[in-house]
């Protein structure tokens, strides 16, 4: 009878497992993905050898349950020149059905501006690239969503 009680309750437990198991490497099935908008760039001086690529993104929550933005990293490339990354260390709370703005600072050295500084001194516009990754937390699991967006820098 012992015998028979744990051969249930390590079965029962197995299940559990498979179900959880399951859950989790289906979680694109259950989860609507989020979108992560960037909104704009822009720069702000910090010094005279260093500036600040301010991004603004909006991350959309379509599904009915909040999600958690757990980890964002982020690449920016000004006139095709990699310039920075930047990343959140913080963990994000984006309610349901809801979008949620956030901003990502990327210190840049102007040393490393090249010849885009020329451009920024004479206030036109550059083509900009951002890209990342960020990791998102449900109730059902983890999974990660990236993103891409190019257009002008406004100064």
């Known amino acids: 009878m012992l015998k028979t009680r744990r051969l249930k309750t390590c079965c029962g437990l197995g299940f559990l497992c498979v179900i959880f198991i399951f859950l989790t490497s289906c979680v694109s ?3 609507d993905q989020p ?4 909104q704009k760039v822009v720069i702000t001086p910090l010094s005279f050898t260093e500036v600040n690529l301010l991004i603004d993104l909006d ?3 379509p599904n009915r349950f909040d999600l ?16 920075g990354k930047g990343s959140l260390q913080e963990k994000i709370l984006v309610p349901s059905s809801s979008t949620t703005r956030i901003q990502v600072p990327v210190g840049v050295k102007l040393q490393d ?5 020329k451009n920024i001194l004479r206030g036109g516009d550059l083509p ?3 890209e990342g990754k960020a990791d998102i ?15 002008p820098l406004g100064l």
């Open 29 to 31: 099935w259950i989860v």
């Open 35 to 38: 979108s992560i908008v960037v």
């Open 59 to 61: 991350v959309r929550n």
């Open 68 to 83: 958690t933005l757990k980890s964002f990293h982020c690449t920016i490339a000004i006139d095709k020149e990699e310039l």
């Open 113 to 117: 501006l090249g010849s885009s500084l």
């Open 128 to 130: 900009y690239k951002v």
């Open 137 to 151: 937390g449900t109730v059902f699991g983890s999974f990660a969503v990236t993103f891409a967006k190019e257009g």
